[in-house]
């Protein structure tokens, strides 16, 4: 059967989403909002004195970096929820130069973090395995650097290079996403990953055009792509109209990765 209201099959159901406040987090928090879910923003800074904005999603305020104050997230979810039905690693630390503190914090953002994250609230997302419609689902944001190195000649003097350690990341992100997908199959908690392609913010966009013009040229489709072009597909995979889709990684890449 083809759902064919799969985008919007979200009304009353509740969607985590880690780094809300960013630049594709910002998109998929109003996608999932658009489709009825109730949705649940961590960020490490509030956009809004109050914890809840206008859209109608709840902000919460909270260091993933920190294993206490993640600890303590999972604590208030599971204390407050009655259920999770997506969760959406999306949260990233800045790459930057590479110095020993932020290949670290990199690393725990990319893999430590999901995986306590996805861990933790397992039981809250825990599903009927037998109703395929009431699975539950896990996207986890990987990148197109975990899978082929970037391309140095389309840096400019003015732009750093994609850093080693960020794709390392990404690449364990994917790992840890087939690693779940077999873990938590029998409890309904589908596991999949998301690998955007080259998606510079406006500020980088802004400054560095001719770093955008040339990514651009290495791009089949041959433009940079929008965050809401990362929102949908991260709405099919939580959707029904996925349901027997796991331990599966999805390009979104303008073709980067097919050459």
């Given at each position: 059967?083809?759902?064919?209201?799969?985008?919007?099959?979200?009304?009353?159901?509740?969607?985590?989403?880690?780094?809300?406040?960013?630049?594709?987090?910002?998109?998929?928090?109003?996608?999932?909002?658009?489709?009825?879910?109730?949705?649940?923003?961590?960020?490490?800074?509030?956009?809004?004195?109050?914890?809840?904005?206008?859209?109608?999603?709840?902000?919460?305020?909270?260091?993933?970096?920190?294993?206490?104050?993640?600890?303590?997230?999972?604590?208030?979810?599971?204390?407050?929820?009655?259920?999770l039905h997506v969760l959406v690693n999306n949260a990233y630390a800045d790459s930057g130069e590479q110095d020993p503190q932020r290949i670290a914090n990199s690393l725990a953002m990319n893999i430590e973090v999901p995986l306590s994250l996805t861990e933790g609230l397992a039981d809250l997302l825990s599903a009927d395995i037998s109703k395929p419609s009431e699975s539950s689902c896990v996207v986890n944001m990987a990148s197109m650097y975990g899978m082929v190195s970037p391309r140095f000649e389309v840096y400019t003097p003015t732009s750093p290079e994609n850093p080693a350690f960020y794709g390392a990341g990404k690449a364990g992100l994917m790992q840890l996403t087939r690693y779940h997908a077999c873990k938590y199959a029998h409890l309904g908690i589908r596991v999949n990953s998301v690998s955007p392609g080259a998606m510079p913010s406006p500020l980088a966009q802004e400054q560095d055009p001719d770093f955008i013009a040339n990514l651009e040229q290495n791009i089949p489709i041959k433009r940079i792509g929008r965050p809401e072009e990362i929102a949908g597909p991260v709405l099919f995979l939580a959707s029904d109209a996925a349901s027997y889709i796991t331990g599966a990684n999805l390009n979104v890449d303008g073709g980067w990765t097919a050459r």
């Open positions: 059967m083809i759902h064919n209201n799969a985008m919007n099959s979200f009304s009353d159901k509740n969607v985590l989403v880690t780094g809300g406040n960013g630049w594709l987090g910002g998109a998929i928090c109003q996608a999932f909002a658009e489709a009825g879910a109730n949705v649940i923003s961590v960020s490490r800074t509030l956009p809004v004195k109050s914890e809840r904005n206008t859209k109608g999603v709840l902000y919460l305020k909270s260091n993933l970096l920190d294993p206490e104050g993640r600890d303590a997230l999972i604590a208030r979810l599971n204390d407050e929820f009655g259920c």
